[in-house]
């Protein structure tokens, strides 16, 4: 009889445990699912690709760049204040625009424009850009990230759910231009500093030899 009970509690104390385990897996789980199907219960596919308003077009003065503030669309209600975002935005005529990221190309950090040299400048790591967005020193291998826009009843409104990384199609629209005279003259300056570092370089060992 003995024996009876101590089987019986023994196997009444495992299902509580496999019970007890059971709900704790549970609730794990919940917010980890809840994470994963938010972009449809919450409708956030249409708002991932959801155009925003940046200002209107008399806000941006022709010729000028100026940094603006959006909201991204994507921001659920626990993100705060973390969820608007500043972006650069030239106005280059009429309604031709360009909106960049304003995150450098080498490793996120925010760049600053400098009208005085109209060049954005990279405070970590001494990237610089120029006012079209393009590379013009530094370690970034490409020139600003641009969002798309569209000038739409008198506002410039952007797509801002995706920022664009290496590997998007808006990167790749945006990523290869065409050298302008400025840079033309940075890689002749360029090319002429690495000659006379060669230069001095061969004349120390010449020296040594000597």
Not at 70 to 99: H, L, M, S
Not at 142 to 151: A, C, N, S, T
Request: net charge positive.
């Amino acid at each position: 009889m003995t024996n009876e009970n101590n089987i019986s509690r023994r196997g009444l104390l495992m299902k509580l445990g496999i019970l007890f385990n059971g709900l704790v897996a549970t609730a794990l789980a919940i917010p980890v699912v809840r994470f994963l199907l938010s972009s449809v219960t919450r409708g956030g596919a249409s708002a991932y690709l959801s155009w925003v308003p940046l200002g209107r077009v008399s806000e941006f003065p022709e010729g000028e760049t100026r940094l603006a503030t959006f909201r991204n669309p994507y921001a659920t209600p626990t993100d705060g204040k973390t969820a608007d975002t500043t972006c650069w935005v030239r106005r280059i005529e009429g309604d031709q625009f360009q909106v960049f990221a304003i995150n450098c190309a080498h490793l996120g950090c925010p760049v600053r424009w400098f009208p005085q040299s109209g060049l954005f400048m990279c405070p970590c790591h001494g990237g610089a850009y120029y006012r079209d967005g393009s590379r013009a020193s530094g370690p970034p291998e490409r020139g600003l990230f641009e969002y798309p826009y569209k000038v739409q009843g008198g506002m410039v409104t952007i797509q801002a759910g995706e920022l664009p990384t290496p590997g998007s199609p808006t990167a790749s629209l945006f990523g290869n231009k065409a050298p302008c005279g400025a840079r033309n003259e940075l890689v002749s300056i360029e090319s002429k500093l690495s000659a006379s570092s060669e230069t001095n370089a061969l004349l120390r060992k010449t020296n040594t030899w000597a």
